[in-house]
């Protein structure tokens, strides 16, 4: 957990991007050796003037996104096992570090199959469920609010999302629809209506199923914990990160689906803007408070429905990034980093980009011309990626090794660079990542 300093209310944001970065640098770990401690700090060091857009001694080979599932197929790992069987991931996951030395931790993939089996949860599918075994997961979408209740969403959001939608994505979760409108409990009488669900034998039995689902997560996480740990300890740092959405993605991904929200901009447009601007205090306060509990000093923004090939310029500055900018900002005074995994290209919003302050940002691109990325944004933020999971996948060795030199050159003046995956792949070969890993050792 972090812990805020006495004077955090007199501190400028960088001072408090500062205090959290300290924490999690310094963040206790118990190591398997003196050399795996040091190894542990050489590279906590090389990641942290990364972040500070200082010039490390290197440009860092991050493996982290991309590699997991390399790491454990390898070694037979299923899909099926990757979402119920967390305990076999353990042993492939030490090997692959202690094989392969990477920059970063390569952490594992927390997917509660078990859990999700339990509250009935259909906005995925996944291996051993509905997928073959072989398979990890697969996003369903849905339209779980029709457009005309944008309205009913921007009155209330958290009531929305309690009520209506954790129902729909989970019918277990149904008998929250029961519960009353908790803001209205000022009065002794008001007591009544807040418990007489508590009394109720579906909402009873919802609560059990809860509990045991609690339970079962709570004996998952303490697997992913203690791997974690291990890898930790055996000398390689992660950085801690919670996943969030913008406004425009939560309520497109989530709520309305890609389809609905697009046809949204041209049907409902000021119903749309309402519901982005009602969230945004919401997801605020809930990413403070979770950067807080976790000790996490940056939040990994998943950006789907903003790239190039979604919506037009005009269409992005009015509906996707004014009330993402209010959230960012807002993080950028809490100190905590917004890390943007920049899916498909962003080459016309690098100038969106580079209105926000010096140091708030993490750019992490997939498809995005990388060179004019470096022109635009690399005076002002850290800048990782591109290299291409499909090349990972099926190119050679010898495309790979030619595509992160490249990088390399591009970047070697550019503070803060880190070299990277543009996203997640299932398959490489050991070959393929050794030359992605070189190409910043030279």
């Known amino acids: 957990m972090f812990i805020r300093p006495d004077n955090w209310n007199t501190m400028s944001p960088l001072e408090r991007r500062k205090a959290r970065l300290d924490a999690w640098q310094n963040a206790p770990v118990q190591f398997a050796s003196p050399e795996a401690e040091a190894n542990y700090k050489e590279r906590i060091t090389r990641l942290r003037k990364a972040y500070d857009m200082e010039h490390p001694d290197r440009i860092i080979a991050d493996v982290s996104m991309g590699a997991a599932e390399f790491a454990l197929r390898r070694k037979g790992i299923s899909g099926k096992d990757m979402v119920y069987n967390h305990e076999k991931l353990r042993g492939p996951l030490l090997e692959f570090h202690q094989e392969f030395q990477p920059d970063t931790a390569v952490g594992m993939l927390p997917y509660p199959g078990k859990v999700m089996d339990m509250l009935g949860y259909n906005t995925y599918i996944w291996g051993g469920q509905k997928l073959p075994d072989n398979m990890v997961i697969q996003a369903v979408e849905g339209e779980y609010m029709t457009a005309d209740e944008y309205k009913d969403f921007a009155a209330d959001p958290?009531?929305?999302?309690?009520?209506?939608?954790?129902?729909?994505?989970?019918?277990?979760?149904?008998?929250?629809?029961?519960?009353?409108?908790?803001?209205?409990?000022?009065?002794?009488?008001?007591?009544?209506?807040?418990?007489?669900?508590f009394g109720l034998p579906p909402f009873q039995a919802m609560l059990r199923t809860m509990m045991e689902a609690g339970d079962e997560l709570m004996r998952m996480l303490a697997v992913v914990g203690q791997t974690g740990g291990m890898i930790a300890g055996a000398g390689f740092p992660g950085m801690g990160m919670n996943i969030v959405k913008t406004p425009f993605d939560y309520l497109g991904d989530t709520l309305r689906g890609t389809k609905g929200i697009l046809m949204d901009m041209y049907r409902h447009p000021k119903d749309l803007l309402a519901a982005t601007e009602a969230y945004v205090p919401v997801l605020i306060n809930a990413i403070v408070n979770a950067s807080d509990r976790g000790n996490a000093p940056a939040a990994m923004y998943?950006?789907?429905?903003?790239?190039?090939?979604?919506?037009?310029?005009?269409?992005f500055e009015k509906f996707y990034w004014p009330t993402w900018k209010q959230v960012m900002m807002a993080l950028y005074e809490e100190g905590i980093i917004c890390q943007l995994f920049i899916e498909g290209s962003y080459n016309t919003r690098l100038e969106n980009l580079a209105q926000m302050p010096d140091k708030s940002l993490v750019c992490h691109f997939d498809k995005t011309d990388m060179r004019r990325a470096k022109e635009v944004l690399s005076d002002k933020f850290t800048i990782a990626g591109n290299v291409p999971a499909s090349m990972m996948s099926t190119g050679t060795v010898d495309e790979v090794r030619a595509y992160c030199d490249d990088l390399v050159e591009m970047y070697q003046d550019a503070p803060g660079y880190i070299m990277a995956f543009g996203c997640s792949f299932e398959m490489t070969t050991a070959e393929k990542l050794r030359a992605f890993q070189d190409s910043v050792k030279k």
Request: charged fraction near 20%.
């Open 302 to 315: 998943v950006l789907h429905k903003g790239a190039d090939g979604f919506m037009s310029q005009a269409q």
């Open 158 to 197: 958290t009531n929305f999302w309690l009520k209506k939608y954790l129902p729909r994505v989970m019918p277990t979760l149904a008998p929250l629809a029961m519960l009353a409108e908790f803001p209205r409990v000022s009065e002794n009488v008001d007591i009544i209506d807040m418990m007489v669900p």
